[in-house]
């Protein structure tokens, strides 16, 4: 389902997010 899709795929984004923001604080 479409809607079980998104729950699942948003905290993914949100992981990803934070990891590109980790990593630039870290090379920062």
Do not use: M
Not at 15 to 23: C, H, S
């Amino acid at each position: 389902e479409p809607y079980v899709a998104e729950l699942l795929r948003t905290p993914r984004r949100q992981a990803e997010r934070l990891n590109a923001v980790l990593a630039g604080a870290s090379a920062g």
